[in-house]
T-cell receptor, first 117, second 116 residues
């Protein structure tokens, strides 16, 4: 079983729809959770970052973490064609110091999203 | 203008040749990483370095080598021993200072390597 599972899609929605992207994970030590957006043939860019459980909102984007279920979500409200990209979830464990899990991120496979006008 | 640069953007290599991919950052980050991305496979960690003159193997280090002689530079060499090197290669960096770092990684624009 992979550390992080993410449905690769593809996901296709009309403009204005609410999009829900999800990841599950198996390692209960994960504490830091991130969502990256990657446009075609570009490097990923950090979209959202959350620590431990809870919600975080930034404009049209909301990140949710449910550590009891080992489940994280990214919601996009009022989706736009410019949101069309691949969305990657990533997570890391509590920092235990140099030589252990320091700096190590575990990525999902990414979900390809298309928002059509 | 801070950030991470990778060069070249596109690279073509003949079988049996070694090639070196460049990664430079001016973010004053301690930690740097190399990933490989294949279609539908997400990011796989090749090597990472938490400090100058030190680096660790990731999940798929075979056929690759790195060096970290300067804080801002982390070149990746794809050797002829790498069986299937055609892929999109991404370099990243993070603060990794051991004080307030969140392990958040920032990525370069990538290098697309094609073996002919």
């Amino acid at each position: 079983q992979k550390e992080v599972e993410q449905d690769p899609g593809p996901l296709s929605v009309p403009e204005g729809a609410i999009v829900s992207l999800n990841c599950t994970y198996s390692n209960s030590a994960f504490q830091y959770f991130m969502w990256y957006r990657q446009y075609s043939r570009k490097g990923p860019e950090l979209l959202m970052y959350t620590y431990s459980s809870g919600n975080k909102e930034d404009g049209r984007f909301t990140a949710q973490v449910d550590k009891s279920s080992k489940y994280i979500s990214l919601f996009i409200r009022d989706s736009q064609p410019s949101d069309s990209a691949t969305y990657l979830c990533a997570m890391s464990a509590v920092r235990l110091g140099r030589g252990s899990t320091l700096g190590r991120l575990y990525f999902g496979r990414g979900t390809q999203l298309t928002v059509w006008p | 203008d801070g950030g991470i640069t990778q060069s070249p953007k596109y690279l073509f290599r003949k079988e049996g040749q070694n090639v070196t991919l460049s990664c430079e950052q001016n973010l004053n980050h301690d930690a740097m990483y190399w990933y490989r991305q294949d279609p539908g496979q997400g990011l796989r960690l090749i090597y990472y370095s938490q400090i100058v003159n030190d680096f660790q193997k990731g999940d798929i280090a075979e056929g690759y080598s790195v060096s970290r002689e300067k804080k801002e530079s982390f070149p990746l060499t794809v050797t002829s021993a790498q069986k299937n090197p055609t892929a999109f290669y991404l370099c990243a960096s993070s603060m990794g200072s051991g004080v307030t770092s969140t392990d958040t990684q920032y990525f370069g624009p990538g290098t697309r390597l094609t073996v002919l």
